[in-house]
């Protein structure tokens, strides 16, 4: 016989770390991502799972309260979630109205008309949760009928029994209800609850829980079945005793694992106390003032994405990792007249992109691999260099050849290149039959197309101010002759500016309906975090792409630097420029004269400081590598291996920077059409540069940085 004093000694209730109880968590995260078994599910992400884990339990007693403090948990969505279970409600909406967004996803529209619930109403979520806590047994009709006196008060009744048999082994609460589950936009995950009332008056719960989602789910259920067995030993004039879990499937979605790693290296600090400060004596009478949550001191939260099984929404190429939209944010896109949308199934996606990049014999168009933003990109500079038919003949060629991003700047050729491209693109719309949806077009703003006159000294003509992104998207739409673009980047910080203006600035954008992302050029690793956090904090969308810098000359910021920045919450996208470090890694030069005007060396006009700062032995555009002999070394010496593998020194630079997991797109110039044909042959070579071809670069290069990151966490 175990004494209740016995079994209050034997709870882990230790704050130190080596007896932390939240180590019960971290543990069964680390044993499942180590140990468990890979399976499909209804989702397409797929998991590591296991079946029947060893249940954990939490002490509730003397004020302690579980809220994992490895990442915050949303406690403020906790006990709002509660509170409307409670209550019995079943409309998302309410929950959204107090910006508890946790059941949008089931209540959308979209989702409702797919499970066959076209009569209802966005968020009507049928008799879940707190419908069968409430009113079970009672036809279901809709979110807003007024169920008051039908079916059984399961809760109500549990209440009853607690204070007059507390001895009986039939406290139990139970949302699973077999014959409404057909009804239901989501079964219930937490299937049935059992309470227990030990000799000094000690209430405990079990609850018990079909599927377990460790990443999201289980935190925040953790701490809301041990809320409701305070608010329950509350209103029963009892004290807390033990929350115990007990798990079905429990398992870690596949797109979980990395940030999860992150989370279980982290050491659990003292859970905090909770306190409830107004007598309370019907379950239905809390607030959520009642409840006073102290010393609750988590790490930073770690962002994880929902696993959703429904259709993706996208507005650029067929991707499905970076670009996608809630329904939410669909709806909003829905009712804006200057966008155009469709969607693609998600597995039928997946099924049509591996069949497109099967064999490498296949041609350009069919290797054109889609990541984030588009696998290649062509720059338009056009304006100096070209008119606007020559301009037509290279963007028309690179679409035929699978490129679908443009890039461009509103300083490029002081507006000039802006001008021609939206020429171009209106010929490409009306003769060739493109659609505007099969296109993603970016522009960048901080420079202002007089930057280089004598205007520049005027106020806001450069720079990240809200007027200053506001009217330079209009210019830059005006010249486009595009009523938005797909994606627009701020070209460089603006340390003058406030962060929050400039993430306001750029989310006004979005909202107008002038594009559907922003993103960074040449910003820090910090600049980035900073907005992005910003961003999350005022419930804005933050920047998802940088536009880099990136070759082979030019590597430590994109890959020490920004490294942090492609794992999880943020999972930056990018899309590099410079690729041959403006013709330096084509090698056509051998020396520091450029003859000839057929590279960007070799340009006059407005581009001519390029040359002069080359042949001057300064280096070039910002590179790492200043020595002029010492480049021109590098690219003799690699000729050798592109010779090997049959290939242009310009397409084994190209090959190498595409290779990089973490480049989106490769963004690349070009002065004439077959320049396209040649840089795009590069796609054919990445597969041929296996760790062996790479070693040898890197003998070459001997510029690889020191990484201070575990890059076995990175794939």
Not at 330 to 358: A, Q, W
Not at 382 to 387: A, V
Not at 459 to 467: I, P
Request: aromatic letters at 10%; charged letters at 25%.
């Amino acid at each position: 016989m175990v004494t209740d004093t016995q079994e209050k000694n034997s709870s882990v209730i230790s704050n130190g770390n080596d007896n932390h109880e939240e180590k019960q968590y971290l543990n069964l995260v680390r044993e499942i991502i180590t140990k468990g078994l890979e399976k499909s599910d209804r989702t397409g992400i797929g998991t590591r799972s296991m079946f029947g884990p060893s249940n954990m339990r939490f002490n509730l007693r003397n004020g302690c309260f579980p809220l994992l403090t490895t990442k915050r948990v949303f406690w403020r969505g906790v006990v709002e979630e509660l509170l409307w279970i409670i209550s019995g409600k079943t409309d998302a909406k309410i929950l959204d109205g107090k910006n508890v967004k946790i059941w949008n996803d089931n209540g959308t529209r979209e989702f409702l008309d797919k499970l066959g619930f076209t009569q209802r109403e966005e968020g009507d979520l049928g008799p879940v949760y707190g419908f069968q806590w409430r009113h079970c047994g009672a036809k279901y009709i809709d979110c807003k009928t007024d169920y008051t006196g039908q079916g059984i008060d399961q809760l109500a009744e549990l209440i009853r029994l607690i204070k007059t048999d507390p001895n009986s082994r039939r406290l139990i609460l139970c949302a699973w209800n077999v014959g409404q589950l057909s009804e239901m936009a989501l079964p219930p995950c937490h299937v049935l609850c059992q309470f227990n009332v030990s000799p000094s008056n000690e209430l405990s719960c079990l609850m018990f829980q079909r599927s377990c989602d460790l990443g999201l789910g289980v935190p925040f259920n953790i701490a809301s079945y041990s809320l409701l067995t305070y608010m329950l030993a509350h209103v029963c004039n009892l004290v807390p005793g033990d929350f115990i879990y007990s798990m079905g499937d429990a398992h870690v979605y596949l797109n979980h694992i990395e940030p999860l790693l992150e989370q279980i290296e982290r050491e659990p600090r003292p859970f905090p106390t909770l306190t409830i400060v107004n007598k309370r004596t019907s379950i239905d009478d809390f607030t959520i003032d009642d409840f006073k949550l102290e010393n609750y001191l988590p790490y930073g939260p770690i962002k994880m994405q929902m696993a959703c099984p429904d259709k993706i929404y996208l507005y650029l190429t067929n991707d499905m990792h970076l670009f996608t939209l809630t329904a939410k944010r669909k709806k909003e896109v829905d009712n804006s007249k200057t966008r155009e949308k469709y969607f693609l199934d998600k597995k039928s996606n997946v099924s049509s992109l591996s069949d497109n990049m099967s064999t490498p014999e296949k041609n350009i168009k069919e290797l054109m691999e889609y990541r984030h933003l588009g696998r290649t990109g062509l720059k338009v500079t056009f304006g100096e260099q070209m008119d606007a038919n020559e301009a037509y003949t290279c963007m028309k060629v690179a679409y035929d050849n699978g490129c679908n991003f443009f890039d461009n700047a509103e300083v490029y050729s002081l507006g000039k290149a802006e001008t021609v491209m939206g020429q171009v693109l209106k010929r490409m719309f009306e003769e060739d039959g493109i659609q505007r949806s099969d296109l993603v077009i970016s522009t960048k703003l901080f420079w202002g197309t007089p930057y280089y006159h004598a205007q520049a000294n005027k106020a806001n003509l450069k720079g990240l101010s809200r007027k200053r992104i506001i009217e330079g998207m209009r210019g830059s739409l005006q010249r486009l002759n595009l009523e938005y673009v797909d994606i627009v980047f701020a070209h460089r910080p603006d340390t003058h500016t406030p962060m929050d203006e400039i993430v306001r600035g750029f989310n006004w954008l979005i909202d107008q309906g002038y594009t559907f992302y922003w993103g960074t050029s040449e910003w820090t690793a910090e600049q980035i975090r900073q907005a992005w956090e910003i961003a999350d904090k005022l419930n804005l969308i933050g920047p998802c792409a940088e536009q880099p810098q990136y070759n082979m000359l030019h590597r430590t910021r994109f890959e020490v630097e920004y490294a942090p920045l492609y794992k999880s919450p943020i999972e930056y996208g990018t899309t590099i420029w410079s690729p041959l470090a403006s013709g330096l890694l084509t090698g056509k030069y051998s020396s520091r004269k450029l003859e000839g005007a057929d590279s960007r060396l070799g340009l006059t006009g407005s581009l001519s400081w390029l040359r002069q700062q080359f042949e001057a032995g300064q280096g070039l555009n910002g590179l790492e590598e200043k020595n002029v002999d010492r480049i021109m070394e590098v690219v003799e010496n690699l000729r050798p291996i592109a010779d090997k593998l049959g290939a242009t020194l310009a397409q084994l630079c190209l090959a190498w920077a595409a290779k990089n997991p973490h480049v989106s797109t490769v963004i690349t110039g070009a002065s004439r059409s077959s320049q396209i044909v040649e840089n795009f042959k590069a796609l054919t070579f990445v597969s041929k540069l296996t760790p062996e071809i790479l070693e040898e670069i890197e003998q070459v290069l001997k510029n690889k940085p020191k990484h201070p990151y575990d890059w076995t966490l990175m794939n």
